[in-house]
C-alpha cells in the first residue's frame, strides 16, 4: 500500500495532456452531468489546500486572499466560473461572503426539472469544518447560498453524498480533527472513522463506523460506495429506512488506494483514482517543494459490475501515470457530450486538469 521500493511506467497516457494550468489546479472532485455531459469541477490554490490537509501545521492567512471556485467545462475544453453568490437583506445579489475552501462536493437533480440543481460542497471554513449548499439553475453563470450547516459529526469531512436538496452522506476521513492522535491515526490506519446522515430536518447522525480513512462515496441504484483509503478498498454498503448503513461485502484493492469514486450512469461502472505511493503523497502534499512527482503516481481502476447484484466486480487498471502528469490523482470521471467520450482527472494539489482522449 505504501509503494516502498516499487517503480512503476506510464500506462495508457499518450491520449493525455494537462489544460488549465494555475485556473483548473487544486481541483479534488469533479461531477459530470449524466444529460448535458457538462463537466463540474471544485478548484482552489494549492496553498490554502495545505491548510486544512494539515491543519496542525503553521499557516499563512494571506493564502486565503482568493476563494475556492467552481467551473464548468465542456468537451471542447472551454470552461467558465459559477459564481457563488448569497442573498442580501434586501433580496438582491452580492459575492458569497463566508469562507469558501471546498473539498468534495456532490450535485443533486431535482426529479422532474434537471435544470434545477443543488450543490452540496465540504466546506474547510477557518472557523468550523461545514456543509454549504448552493442552488443552481443549468445555463446560468452563478449558483446562490441556500444554508451552511454544521455539527460536532462533521469533525473531518472529506466526501458527501446528496440525497436529496437537504439531506446528504458525508464521510468523515478520521475522528480527531488535530493533534498527535490524528497522526497516529493515520499513520497506524485505525478504524475509527465513520459516515454521517443529514435528514431533511436538519438532524445528523452516524449511518456508518468502524472505517479507515473514510474517503469518497458514491451511489449506483440501492447501493452505496465508500472508499477506505486506511483498508485499501471499496466498502459496499445499503440504506435502511432510518438512513444507516449496513455493509454487504468489500472490493480489496491490490497495490493502490482509492480516493473519490465516480460512478457512470450508463454502465454502472465505477471509476476510482487511486495512489501509488501513499508516503511518498502524502510528503508531495505537505511540501511541495520537494518536487517528488516524479515518483507519487497514480493508478485509475474501472470496476465493472459482474451482475445485478453491484457486489461483484471485475476490475481492470485502464491508466498508470509515475507522476508525469500530476502528483497523483484524486478524482477520474468520464465525461460524454457530443460524440465525445473522454476521461477527465483531477488531483488536489495538481497544478492542472489531465484529459484523456482514448483511455475509455
Known amino acids: 500500500m505504501l509503494g516502498l521500493g516499487q517503480t512503476y511506467s506510464n500506462v495508457n497516457t499518450t491520449s493525455c495532456r494537462q489544460i488549465g494550468q494555475g485556473v483548473l489546479s487544486g481541483c479534488e472532485d469533479i461531477i459530470v452531468d449524466s444529460e448535458t455531459g457538462l463537466a463540474y469541477l471544485a478548484c482552489g490554490r494549492l496553498r490554502a489546500r495545505q491548510h486544512w490537509l494539515h491543519p496542525d501545521d503553521p499557516y499563512d492567512l494571506a493564502h486565503e486572499e482568493e476563494v475556492d471556485r467552481v467551473y464548468v467545462m465542456d468537451e471542447n475544453d472551454i470552461y467558465s466560473e459559477i459564481k457563488a453568490l448569497e442573498r442580501a ?13 471546498v ?23 477557518l472557523q468550523q469544518n461545514a456543509v454549504s449548499i448552493f442552488s443552481h439553475k443549468r445555463g446560468t453563470d452563478y449558483m446562490v447560498h441556500v444554508e451552511t450547516v454544521a455539527s460536532d459529526l462533521l469533525n473531518s469531512p472529506n466526501n458527501i453524498l446528496a440525497m436529496s436538496q437537504r439531506a446528504f452522506y458525508a464521510t468523515n476521513d478520521m475522528k480527531y480533527l488535530r493533534g498527535i492522535m490524528r497522526e497516529i491515526s493515520k499513520y497506524l490506519r485505525l478504524p475509527n472513522a465513520h459516515v454521517v446522515y443529514r435528514s431533511e430536518q436538519g438532524e445528523f447522525g452516524i449511518a ?36 444507516s448503513l449496513v455493509l454487504h461485502g468489500r472490493i480489496a484493492f491490490k ?7 465516480f460512478i ?38 474501472c470496476l465493472t459490475p459482474q451482475d445485478n447484484s453491484s457486489a461483484r466486480f471485475d476490475i481492470q487498471p485502464i491508466l498508470i501515470d509515475s507522476g508525469r502528469l500530476m502528483p497523483t490523482a484524486t478524482i477520474a470521471a468520464v465525461q460524454r457530450r457530443n460524440q465525445v467520450k473522454r476521461l477527465l482527472i483531477g488531483g488536489v494539489m495538481s497544478d492542472a486538469l489531465v484529459v484523456c482522449d482514448s483511455v475509455i
Open 103 to 125: 473539498h468534495g462536493f456532490d450535485i443533486y437533480w431535482s426529479p422532474g426539472a434537471r435544470q434545477e440543481m443543488t450543490f452540496m460542497f465540504i466546506n474547510h471554513q
Open 208 to 243: 456508518a463506523k468502524g472505517i479507515r480513512y473514510a474517503n469518497g462515496i458514491a451511489k449506483h441504484q440501492d447501493w452505496i460506495y465508500v472508499a477506505s483509503s486506511g483498508d485499501p478498498g471499496l466498502l459496499i454498503y445499503k440504506a435502511l429506512p432510518d438512513h
Open 255 to 261: 497495490d493502490s488506494v482509492p480516493d473519490n469514486i
Open 89 to 101: 437583506s434586501d433580496g438582491s445579489l452580492r459575492p458569497f461572503t463566508q469562507d469558501f475552501r
Open 264 to 301: 457512470d450512469p450508463l454502465t454502472g461502472q465505477l471509476y476510482c483514482a487511486s495512489i501509488l505511493k501513499a508516503l511518498e503523497t502524502f510528503r508531495y502534499f505537505k511540501h511541495p517543494s520537494l518536487n517528488t512527482t516524479a515518483t507519487a503516481g497514480t493508478k485509475v481502476l
